[in-house]
């Protein structure tokens, strides 16, 4: 990653400033990139300045894409009279810290998550309005609720239980007439869909969704081998 200046942060331009202040501002730059948490600064108004990378996925984009568009244009507040608050503290000159309860969905199909963004102005004190620092703490939830087996198209659903009997991603792709890159792309969407790190994962969530058959071997889809 280096010293290198990036798109995102065009905005603090740090070629007019002394070399020691120059390198703080790297230094921050960089920091910001490894921060785990999404942060982001943005306008009063909620206009994104800069964002790092982990603010910039909860989006599913990239942080030079993200900047621009509104923080609002994501994150729901769960009660719009927060943000009234938050503006008209904003504008009073307050400087607290604004915690703004939020929702917003994960990708364009995703589940819908929770979690808290705390806002707080920084700037010089005399920036009228203040930038505010946003930063997100995505809320640890329960499992998402079982998911029907219907809403499995019938190639899921067959992908699922060749996987769970042990078949390769190549003998899955020949067994249902697909590509290896088609099998992977199915097996990705459902660890995404239900919130799993691998291949293993996924199956053992399969089974304790009811989408596949308890009972049957070879693994075969529940409304299969339940019926």
Known sequence: MGHERHESYDMFDASHVPSA??????YFLILLDRMPLPVAVC?????????????????????GRLRG???LDHFSPRAISQVGRLVEAVRMGRRSR???????????????????LTLDPVGDPS??????????????DRPAPPQPAERLSPVESRILALAASGATTAAIGKDLGLTVDG??????????RFRVPNRTALIARAYTL?????????????????A
């Open 127 to 140: 920036d009228e309005p203040p930038a505010l620092l946003a930063i997100l703490r995505v809320h640890e």
């Open 43 to 63: 306008r009063a108004d909620g206009e994104v300045l800069i964002a790092n990378p982990a603010m910039a996925a909860v989006w599913g984009t990239t942080r």
């Open 21 to 26: 202040a120059s390198s703080w501002h790297n």
């Open 210 to 226: 009811g989408l596949l058959s308890p009972t049957a071997w070879p693994p075969a889809p529940a409304e299969d081998g339940d």
């Open 69 to 71: 568009r509104n923080l």
């Open 183 to 192: 099998v992977n792309y199915h097996l990705t969407r459902l660890t995404r």
């Open 98 to 116: 604004y915690p703004v309860e939020v929702r917003w969905r994960e990708g364009t199909d995703g589940p819908e998550r929770e979690g808290m």
